[in-house]
């Protein structure tokens, strides 16, 4: 606390910098404000006293205070890690449970923090930002020993050595240093383009791990939902995860229905962990979500985290070879060894031939001549020998062909960032070169992936405007949409009515639809009713369902949303266009699956939407409470969801089939649609046939 006061003593002007509020805070800054104030009063008078002089009249000298309101003075970082890291459910208890955590990080658990600027930096001060330390990047220092390290660069050296030595020795300073100079620059050639390389390509690392490592996360604040960066995240935060997110930070379950977490990043147990608020409501930054949708309230971030202290001990070493360089690594070092083995043949074969005179010098003279030869004379000939060993060494090591590749491939990596792709590593260009099958997205690759509904089928007759539809349906449409999704609509308060709309593509273009089209208000519709029981959308079961109870009659109701095949095959009924329930029989089953059919043919995504009510007495038996009504269902209606291709994917499709890779689109939607998005990309010719390890 004492840092945040700062007492000026010299200063006459009566300036007071207290806060006026009289938050509980304040008030005892005001009280010690007097205090220290009425102190320095009494001991200023005992002075003057002392010194003989009058008591003072007016103007009393006024000291400034700079003094910050006490921002979260009920809790701090080391019991926030405390119950969280420990899984500490008593603590937590003590404390008064999630809310009063939320109140203590002045976390509103509906609408999140203001996100104002100082308040945002206010958190960032007390409990620090969201981002790891990371290891030290390394130096070119760093790699020019690595450089060095080289036992092929060690025995080049050696020769060259060698070479300089005995070459001046041999043929004089002027002309002697040719071949063991020339063998010295090669050396520091190859020493400086592999630093100079691997340095650049370390940094081009950290700098593309930075952009990588900056996902979006979905936070709540002021009431609105927004994306903003994982690095602005802040303790007090409530942030929105669902199926596939990653958790940004450590914290706890706010609300939400059948969390599953994964947590094998941290613990390496495969099992999924259920998170809720009674028995485990403790998040870890670096799991992720496996199942379900949640709210959490962020309590510890960055180094504060598990996760963080991880992190900061790992570093990734980025110097691994690609398959060709190690390949090429080997038959350098066979190709050295062979020449090693001639270098030493040729030695020992001159050697011999010396000392048994068979050899000659310039003059025509025999060299070795037993005993009486001279010592200069013989130290000659012995370096002329050697020295034609090594260059033979220094030749034959191929360094060259390995500097070639990797410059080869660093080239290639500049080329295909500057293409906007990302090369982690240099062997990823390598891969992608000998790739011969792209496997592609459909949503969002293929696709713009701006969803927008675009048919609207209610019974078996398609509506063109959506104000001719009955009033019963549109209810049952509304609380089908507003109640069962994980997407969420924000309308800015300030006049203006531009709605805002989160969630998957999927969600966000329903919502968009209801709420523009249908004139949905999400907020009413959400306090007429509460939520019993919700089953999360994934992937497999394509659907996603809520139980509900409306709070002016009581009544039960089980909403259901998917994929149009498998919704219907849950449906015995359906309402008609006018909004009166009819059974459903096999025959007008069929007709309900060419409409799915045909919509699907023109590549919209179909999603049907089915109901039914739960009488009083199902339900005391425990009915949509564990589990949602599955059968028997009446269906409300069906959308058709356009996701227009993206332009110039026909031509990448078409320059990846000329360089003979195939290309395959990975969808989890209706067979149909992908047909009709696959022709429209092109991937699919109008007359093949999809093969059948192609369906899902
Ligand atoms: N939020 C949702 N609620 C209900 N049903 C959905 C939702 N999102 C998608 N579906 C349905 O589930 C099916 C599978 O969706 P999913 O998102 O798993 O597909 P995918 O494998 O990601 O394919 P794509 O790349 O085309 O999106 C979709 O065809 C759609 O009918
Ligand atoms: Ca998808």
Same mark, same amino acid.
């Given at each position: 606390m004492s840092d945040n006061l700062h007492v000026n003593l010299n200063c006459k002007e009566p300036k007071l910098d207290v806060p006026t509020t009289h938050s509980k805070p304040n008030k005892r800054w005001r009280l010690a404000f007097a205090t220290i104030y009425c102190a320095r009063v009494l001991h200023s008078l005992l002075n003057e006293k002392k010194n003989g002089s009058k008591l003072p009249v007016a103007a009393p000298s006024f000291d400034v205070f700079n003094v910050k309101? =006490?921002?979260?003075?009920?809790? =701090?970082q080391t019991t926030l890690t405390e119950i969280v890291k420990e899984k500490n459910v008593d603590l937590l208890l003590e404390f008064g449970g999630v809310e009063s955590v939320a109140d203590a990080l002045e976390t509103d658990i509906k609408n999140g923090i203001s996100g104002a600027v100082d308040d945002v930096a206010l958190r960032q001060e007390a409990f620090g930002s969201n981002t790891y330390k990371r290891p030290p990047a390394k130096s070119l220092f760093h790699f020019v020993v690595e450089a060095f390290k080289d036992l092929t660069v060690f025995i080049l050296l050696f020769c060259a050595t060698l070479s300089l030595g005995f070459g001046i020795k041999e043929h004089g300073l002027k002309e002697g240093w040719y071949d063991g100079g020339s063998i010295f620059v090669a050396v520091i050639l190859v020493v400086s383009v592999s630093a100079v390389s691997n340095f650049r390509q370390n940094r081009q690392f950290e700098k593309l791990s930075k952009v990588s490592n900056n996902i979006k996360v979905d936070v709540f604040r002021n009431g609105r939902r927004q994306q903003i960066s994982i690095f602005e995240i802040v303790v007090g935060d409530v942030v929105g995860l669902k199926i596939g997110d990653q958790v940004p930070a450590d914290g706890l379950f706010l609300d939400g229905h059948s969390l599953q977490v994964d947590e094998s990043s941290m613990t390496g147990e495969s099992d999924h962990v259920e998170v809720n608020s009674s028995h485990n409501p403790f998040l870890f930054s670096g799991t992720k979500v496996a199942d379900g949708y949640a709210q959490m309230l962020v309590t510890s971030v960055g180094m504060n985290t598990t996760w963080g202290q991880m992190m900061s001990t790992i570093s990734r070493d980025t110097n691994e070879q690609t398959p060709l360089q190690a390949r090429l690594n080997k038959l350098t070092s066979s190709i050295g060894k062979v020449g090693m083995a001639v270098a030493f043949l040729v030695l020992v074969v001159s050697l011999v031939r010396y000392f048994t005179g068979n050899t000659e010098d310039e003059n025509g003279?025999?060299?070795?001549?037993?005993?009486?030869?001279k010592a200069v004379d013989m130290v000659h000939s012995m370096v002329t020998i050697i020295a034609a060993a090594f260059t033979i060494l220094a030749v034959a090591i191929p360094k060259g062909l390995l500097l070639a590749v990797t410059l080869i491939l660093t080239y290639s990596m500049k080329r295909m960032m500057a293409d906007q792709a990302m090369v982690r590593k240099l062997s990823a260009c390598e891969t992608m070169g000998s790739a011969t099958t792209i496997c592609t997205g459909k949503t969002g690759t293929l696709t713009l992936n701006q969803m927008k509904v675009t048919k609207i089928w209610l019974g078996q007759e398609p509506i063109e405007v959506s104000s001719s539809i009955s009033t019963n349906l549109l209810n049952l449409i509304q609380q089908g949409v507003a109640l069962n999704t994980t997407g969420s609509v924000y309308k800015a308060s300030s006049g203006s009515s531009k709605f805002e709309f989160s969630g998957s593509p999927t969600e966000k273009a329903i919502l968009s639809w209801a709420v523009l089209e249908l004139d949905m208000d999400m907020e009413i519709l959400k306090q007429n009713c509460t939520i019993l029981h919700v089953e999360a959308f994934n992937s497999e079961k394509k659907r996603s369902g809520v139980s509900i109870r409306s709070k002016a009659d009581n009544t039960i109701h089980v909403h259901w949303k998917g994929a149009a095949e498998m919704i219907l095959a849950m449906c015995s009924r359906y309402y008609d266009a006018s909004g009166s329930m009819k059974d459903m029989d096999d025959d007008e089953r069929m007709i309900f699956e060419q409409i799915i059919q045909g919509m699907a043919a023109s590549s919209l995504r179909c999603i049907a939407f089915a109901h039914t009510q739960i009488p009083g007495e199902e339900h005391e038996i425990g009915v949509g409470l564990q589990n949602l009504k599955e059968h028997s269902l009446t269906l409300i209606g069906l959308v058709g969801i356009k996701d227009p291709c993206r332009p110039g994917v026909r031509k990448a499709v078409e320059d990846c089939q000329c360089a003979g890779v195939n290309v395959k689109m990975i969808t989890g939607d209706n067979v149909f649609t992908a047909r009709a998005m696959a022709t429209e990309c092109g991937i699919l010719r109008p007359d093949q046939d999809m093969t059948s390890e192609g369906r899902r």
């Open positions: 309101p =006490d921002a979260f003075s009920r809790i =701090d003279n025999r060299e070795f001549i037993g005993s009486n030869i």
